[in-house]
């Protein structure tokens, strides 16, 4: 049989056409691709164009218009994050392409990234500053501007002109966004609403667009409209991770817990379906109905999921439950027995990491860092794994490896609150606080619905002298979570102590919202300070006497103790001191089981020189209670002030004993063993005290100075030097003596002096602080004056037994012998260390 020619021939037909595609250029396929894409957008197959449109630029990067028409096509589909990335793409190879700018502009208005718009608007102003859209674009800018400076004639002007503006630009989002805003400020909703319409015709994308309209149908407590934009706005935005907390939030303030558990059940899907979304609706369970309702949940997801590993993390969630309400030895076995069967896997390293936290609060610490290291060994960058080592870097005082954990489990969640969180600790623990703010600022961003966060940062703040940085965080945080009471407390203290009446009355007129009695208790309370604070005493009184009243008809002898003791206060501040002790002593007498009114009563005698009737008070609060620990120390410091010490040692040991773990009469009682000589003893309780808190500032630095004036042994002073780290950055004379001190012991007496001079300027009588600062100026040779500090010190302490002034003697005779040998650092001496007292 004869083969036809004809194939041989087709074959080769095949091949030179596969030949000459291959000789094709890159720029010939791009584009190829181009036209392939522009034909499947006029057909309405998006999805396949946007694959072209990639290949596009994976043949030729500098497609100018396949860039543009991808990031036009990304930005139509709802993919913002890819069209703002390919606009500037487009931006950087075309700087004076304003098409490519406006676009840039557009997505950052939509995003309110003001700062990236600012910079943008700019770059469009020096393309064409008379276009009627950078116009629009710099009223935006100056506009916003305005507002975060609180310029409201000049909002109102910008605002004005917008409008003028916009109707001949109908359609400009950027004036829109002006108008919207004043509207809504001004309290015009309705006309608000009608232009948010508007301009969500026009790009229905737009995330501040659709929040806005949120937050005027929340203004209209509208609550279907409310859930039913949220739900618009999820399947608009699936990947925002705030929108369902919101939703579910929404209504639990609402009480409506049976629609949040019906919207968080409709979010988890099947029993055997994804984790996560089932791991959230067992944490509401348990924090709405219950442990035993997150327990029954529990139960059965691992019945349901019996031959799947997902029972492993249920089990393991249903062991954590039990450890904080139950058995702890039952759950740590079961936790135990999943660990021991359970294959390697992300899931099974997420248990050992829980395995670990509980064991950790058990203080097997052995067991968690060989947890730990087993997790860290088979995935190097294990967040919850670093977090637990860095935690425990932190009690070790070697913040800069704690640090370095930290940084890595950044790295797998930039945005994670927590590890934020514990890396501003960090941070603040190696004493670096512009880090350490830096980075808790990153956190409040990162999880505005986590008010706490907020509370810490402001902490921080005024603990630096920013008082006014940290009422705006609280107040930004306040109005996303304006039923917080640890909120509201710390915003109300701040509208007092900077006589801010506008801000007092916003919170008053929130508190004066709530629904329930204690917010409204509250109300009445807080405008009572407020009025005493304006000297408007009558009025406060009067507040104060109508909450009284109503306690005794209601018969509630809580209500009349607590609102007496305010009143008490009220009295007082107005210069009516008789009447208040008059009432009190009422009080005490017909409500003798609120101990709060004695010890005010035993306040006012004290500061007014009653000394024997406080006395009795005290005396008889502890016959009540013996663990009254607040009676405990103030009746040690007076009878201590009396030259009755024998009395005073009887009182603490009783209240010791009572009380041996009460924090307070521990720091008392090792102050007492320091002024006694017995520095050990002091050091004992320190430590103790300090296992508990390492991150009391007042703790650390009195042990570090204890340590640093008790041991010669190079591990200790390193300890003392470490614990002390922290302290770097504050301008507490006694911290940087103890800073300073630490840094000298361990051979770093240039470094040290800057710390020590400080301290002795701040810290002038104090001659151990004297002492310390003549020390490491003789160490550096500077004896004139070292001399001149030396003998301050022992001028401060003639005729005290505080050992530092034999010492400051002995370091002056070295001083002024003939022929000095080079100065060393000087041996230890006990008690002169700057502590801090409770």
Same mark, same amino acid.
């Given at each position: ?441 990153? /956190? !409040?961003?990162?999880? #505005?619905?986590? $008010? +706490? %966060?907020?509370?810490?940062? =402001?902490? &921080?703040? *005024?603990?630096?002298? @920013? ?119 009422? /009080? !005490?007498?017909?409500? #003798?089981?609120? $101990? +709060? %009114?004695?010890?005010?009563? =035993?306040? &006012?005698? *004290?500061?007014?020189? @009653? ?120 301008? !507490? ?106």
């Amino acid at each position: 049989m004869s083969v036809s020619p004809v194939l041989p021939r087709l074959a080769a037909v095949m091949l030179c056409a596969a030949l000459l595609a291959g000789c094709q250029s890159s720029e010939e396929k791009a584009e190829a691709h181009f036209e392939s894409a522009q034909q499947l957008l006029a057909e309405g197959d998006d999805a396949r164009a946007l694959v072209e449109l990639r290949n596009v630029l994976s043949f030729n990067p500098e497609h100018v218009e396949g860039r543009r028409l991808l990031s036009q096509t990304m930005e139509e589909s709802g993919d913002l994050s890819g069209a703002y990335a390919n606009y500037l793409a487009l931006v950087e190879q075309l700087p004076g392409d304003l098409e490519a700018r406006l676009a840039v502009a557009r997505i950052q208005l939509s995003q309110s990234l003001w700062a990236e718009l600012a910079q943008t608007v700019a770059a469009a102003e020096r393309i064409k500053a008379d276009d009627p859209r950078v116009v629009a674009f710099g009223l935006v800018r100056d506009y916003q501007a305005a507002v975060q400076a609180g310029n409201d004639v000049q909002t109102a002007s910008i605002a004005r002109r917008a409008e003028t503006l916009l109707a001949m630009e109908p359609d400009d989002l950027a004036l829109l966004r002006i108008v919207i805003d004043r509207k809504s400020s001004a309290g015009n909703s309705s006309e608000a609403a009608a232009l948010i319409e508007r301009s969500l015709a026009l790009a229905p994308q737009d995330y501040a667009l659709q929040n806005a309209r949120l937050r005027l149908l929340i203004e209209a407590e509208d609550g279907p409209a409310v859930v039913a934009q949220m739900d618009r706005m999820m399947a608009l935005f699936p990947q925002d991770e705030v929108l369902p907390a919101a939703r579910l939030q929404w209504h639990l303030t609402r009480g409506e817990t049976a629609e949040a558990e019906a919207f968080l059940r409709q979010r988890a899907g099947a029993p055997t379906g994804e984790t996560q979304p089932q791991v959230e609706l067992v944490e509401f369970l348990r924090v709405t109905a219950g442990p035993e309702a997150a327990l029954a949940e529990l139960d059965g997801l691992i019945t349901a999921n019996a031959e799947d590993p997902k029972a492993d993390l249920y089990r393991a969630l249903r062991a954590s439950i039990t450890f904080e309400t139950a058995d702890r030895a039952a759950a740590l076995a079961e936790l135990a027995d999943i660990v021991a069967k359970a294959t390697s896997s992300d899931q099974t390293r997420s248990i050992k990491a829980l395995y670990a936290n509980l064991l950790n609060r058990e203080g097997a610490v052995e067991q968690v860092d060989a947890l730990v290291a087993d997790i860290l060994k088979e995935d190097a960058s294990h967040q919850e794994a670093l977090m637990l080592r860095a935690a425990r870097f932190i009690a070790q005082d070697r913040p800069g490896q704690a640090i370095v954990d930290l940084r890595a489990a950044l790295n797998q969640a930039p945005t994670d609150a927590r590890v934020l969180s514990a890396l501003a600790t960090a941070y603040l623990r190696d004493g670096n606080t512009d880090l350490a703010t830096e980075t808790m600022a990153r /956190a !409040v961003e990162a999880a #505005p619905g986590q $008010p +706490a %966060l907020a509370r810490d940062y =402001a902490r &921080l703040l *005024q603990d630096l002298g @920013r008082a006014e940085v940290a009422q705006a965080v609280v107040y930004d945080a306040w109005q996303r979570n304006l039923g917080d009471p640890g909120l509201i407390e710390m915003l109300s203290s701040m509208a007092l102590a900077a006589q801010d009446w506008q801000l007092a009355a916003e919170i008053l007129g929130v508190l004066r919202g709530s629904p329930t009695e204690e917010g409204l208790s509250a109300a009445d309370q807080f405008e009572s300070t407020v009025l005493q604070a304006q000297d408007r005493f009558d009025e406060a009184l009067a507040i104060i006497d109508a909450r009284l009243a109503r306690a005794a008809e209601e018969d509630s002898a809580g209500g009349r103790a607590t609102w007496t003791l305010l009143k008490t206060e009220a009295l007082i501040r107005a210069e009516r001191r008789a009447e208040a002790v008059a009432l009190l002593s009422q /009080a !005490v007498t017909e409500m #003798p089981e609120f $101990p +709060a %009114l004695r010890h005010r009563q =035993a306040e &006012l005698a *004290q500061e007014d020189g @009653r000394t024997e009737e406080a006395i009795g008070i005290y005396r008889a609060l502890i016959a009540a209670n013996a663990g009254d620990e607040r009676a405990v120390r103030i009746l040690y410091g007076i009878l201590s002030t009396e030259g009755q010490t024998e009395e005073a040692k009887t009182v603490l040991a009783a209240g010791l004993t009572a009380r041996p773990d009460a924090v307070d009469l521990r720091w008392v009682e090792a102050s007492r063993l320091q002024e006694e000589g017995d520095i050990a003893g002091a050091v004992a309780i320190y430590e103790a005290l300090y296992a508990r808190d390492s991150g009391n500032p007042i703790i650390a630095n009195n042990l570090a100075s204890l340590l640093a004036t008790l041991s010669d042994d190079p591990e200790t002073l390193d300890r003392a030097a470490r614990i002390a780290r922290r302290l770097r950055a504050s301008e !507490v004379p006694a911290f940087q003596d103890t800073h300073g001190w630490t840094l000298h012991r361990t051979g770093n007496s240039a470094e040290a002096l800057p710390f020590l001079e400080a301290a002795a300027a701040g810290l002038s009588e104090d001659g151990s602080v004297q002492y310390h600062l003549g020390a490491v100026l003789a160490a550096l040779d500077r004896r004139d004056e070292a001399r001149a500090a030396l003998e301050r010190a022992v001028a401060l302490g003639q005729g005290s037994a505080q050992p530092f002034v034999a010492r400051a003697e002995a370091l002056l005779a070295e001083l002024d012998a003939p022929a000095p040998a080079p100065a060393a650092t000087p041996a230890p001496a006990p008690a002169t260390g700057t502590t801090t007292t409770p």
